[in-house]
């Protein structure tokens, strides 16, 4: 059975999509796998690392009827990089073995139970959809992100905090020494809800979010967060514990403001740089 049969690039894009959380080296060897199931011409890509889960779905020619495995990602994602990108690629599955083919190359490849991948299981009671434009929310992080502490023991700092309430979504992100706030409106109106987004999930959405137009669903549940963009879908647990009182901390009724020409700003703060040294870079 031919499971796939595409140009490399339309499969190297799907797998990459999903490929970010993979580990090389993980206690369960069947995490560093993708899951591949195949339903007539789609095939439907997951991966996992046990706290975030993320799922596509790409058209991917082949033969018709259906099959499952899973394949080491980093391996097929480094084999596919070694073909041009108009290349036709497939992956057959012959007398037990999967074989991936492109041109005159031929890779047997290694495959383990499709039912011995350890989906996340996703919470019975998730809050209200809402969205917002995909490039708002990636903005969004860019603003705060740099604020996100890195191994804290106070664990609860080491992500983004999510709070939506009416029309308006809120991120903010402190390590103890600055803090970041940033602010979109959403296109219906929330009950509160407030979450904290761990760090790797951070960073991985900021990898996949999309400059283009198009919208992010999101909803929370007690313990996790649901995103779905742009044919993904991405699940992910949160932080436990008490993000710090943010309002308490962002000075309120300056007497000065300065407003500044961003680049000048820029060059001034690239100029001075240079003479901080490694350990302190302060200006």
Known sequence: MIVFKSTQDKVLAALQSVAGIVERRHTLPILANVLLRKTGSQVQLTTSDLEIQIRTTAELDGDSGNFATTLGARKLIDILRTMSGDQSVSLESSAGKLILKGGKSRFTLQSMPPED???VQESASFGPVFSVPQKTLKSLLGQVSFSMAVHDIRYYLNGILFVAEGKQLSLVATDGHRLAFACATLDVEVPRQEVILP?????????????????????FAGNQAKFSFGGMEFVTKLVEGKFPDYNRVIPKNHKNIVTLGRVPLLASLQRTAIMTSEKFKGV
């Not at 760090?199 to 909803?219: F, P, Y």
């Open 199 to 219: 760090r790797k999930t951070v960073l991985e959405m900021q990898r996949l979010l999309s400059d283009a137009e198009g919208a992010i669903e999101m909803q």
């Open 117 to 119: 991948f350890p989906l």
